[in-house]
C-alpha cells in the first residue's frame, strides 16, 4: 500500500504494521475460545457502545491497546475511540484512532465467520477526515486495507473503483447488503426493498457488508438504524476508496459530517451509483 505523505503527526505512524500486529493476537484469542460456551462469557458489564460486553470483545480489545501502547512508546500521540473503553488520551493531538476489536461479536459468539477487526485513523472528528482504513475478515482471512487518496486493498491487491453495480432483469439491485435486520425494523420497509432489489444479504458485520461493496461483491447496502462510528469508520473509508459512495443520512451536515464516536448517529448508507445512494437513503428517514 503507498505511504501515506509525512504529517509531522501519528498518521505517520506504521499503521498497516500495527493493525497486523493486533489482528495476529486477535486470531489467537478467538483460537483459545473454539466453542460458544467459552465465547459467550460476559465481563458483568456494559462497553461505551452499550453492549454487554464479553471476555472476548475485553481481551481482544487488549490485544489492540497493546498494539496502540508501542505505537506512544515510539513517540506518536492520539486519541483511541474504543467500543468498549471509549475516549482514551494517547498524549493527545488531532489524531484519532476508532477501533471495533470485533465487529460482528454475535456471530464470533455463535462461531459464525463473518466478524472482523476494524481501525480507523483518522486526522479530524468526522468520517471524512479518515485517513486510514484497516479490517481484518476473521472469517475468510481477508485483509482490507485503504489510505485516503491512495486507494483501496484487498490482501494487498488494489480494488477496482470503476466496477459498476448490477441489476437483474427486473431492473433491481442483484444483491442489496442489510445490518442491523430486527424483523421489527425490516418489516416497514420489506415492500420497498422489494422494488429496489432482487436479493437481500445479511451478514452480521456492517464493516464486512461495507467492504464487500467497496468489492462490487454486494451492490449495494444499509442499515435499518443508526450505527456507531466504531462499526463504520474504516470501511466506509475502502468502500470510498474502492469506487463507492457512503451517506450516512440526517447524519450532520454533509453526506460524512457524522462524529468518530461511540455514539450511533444515524443509519449507514453505501452504494455504487448516485441513484442507488439516493434511493436507499429514502428508505432510512
Not at 48 to 73: C, K, M, N, S, Y
Not at 113 to 140: E, H, N, R
Not at 157 to 168: F, H, I, N, T, Y
Amino acid at each position: 500500500m503507498p505511504p501515506m505523505h509525512s504529517t509531522g503527526t501519528a498518521l505517520d505512524a506504521d499503521w498497516l504494521g500495527a493493525c497486523r500486529a493486533a489482528a495476529s493476537g486477535l486470531r489467537a484469542i478467538l483460537r483459545a475460545a473454539p466453542a460458544t460456551r467459552e465465547r459467550a462469557v460476559e465481563t458483568g458489564e456494559r462497553g461505551e457502545g452499550g453492549d454487554r460486553t464479553l471476555v472476548i470483545d475485553q481481551a481482544a480489545e487488549d490485544a489492540v491497546f497493546a498494539q496502540l501502547e508501542r505505537l506512544r512508546a515510539e513517540g506518536h500521540r492520539f486519541t483511541a475511540v474504543s467500543e468498549e473503553r471509549g475516549e482514551v488520551d494517547f498524549g493527545g493531538g488531532s489524531v484519532r484512532v476508532v477501533i471495533d476489536p470485533i465487529d460482528g461479536s454475535l456471530n464470533a459468539k455463535r462461531l459464525l465467520p463473518s466478524c472482523a477487526l476494524s481501525i480507523a485513523v483518522a486526522d479530524g472528528p468526522t468520517m471524512a477526515d479518515v485517513a486510514f482504513g484497516y479490517v481484518l475478515d476473521f472469517g475468510t482471512g481477508e485483509e482490507w486495507s485503504a489510505t485516503r487518496g491512495g486507494g483501496a486493498r484487498l490482501d494487498g491487491v488494489a480494488l477496482d473503483p470503476r466496477l459498476p453495480e448490477r441489476r437483474g432483469r427486473s431492473g433491481r439491485l442483484e444483491v442489496l447488503g442489510l445490518e442491523q435486520a430486527d424483523p421489527r425494523w425490516l418489516a416497514p420497509v420489506a415492500g420497498a426493498l422489494e422494488q429496489e432489489t432482487e436479493r437481500l444479504r445479511v451478514l452480521g458485520s456492517i464493516a464486512l457488508t461495507i467492504c464487500q461493496v467497496g468489492a462490487a461483491r454486494i451492490d449495494a447496502m444499509l442499515s435499518l438504524r443508526r450505527c456507531r462510528g466504531v462499526d463504520a469508520a474504516a470501511a466506509q473509508l475502502i468502500a470510498r476508496e474502492a469506487g463507492a459512495l457512503v451517506a450516512f443520512p440526517g447524519g450532520g451536515d454533509g453526506p460524512l459530517a457524522v462524529p468518530l464516536d461511540v455514539v450511533a448517529h444515524a443509519p449507514i448508507v453505501c452504494a455504487r451509483s448516485p441513484e442507488t445512494l439516493a434511493a436507499l437513503s429514502r428508505l432510512t428517514a
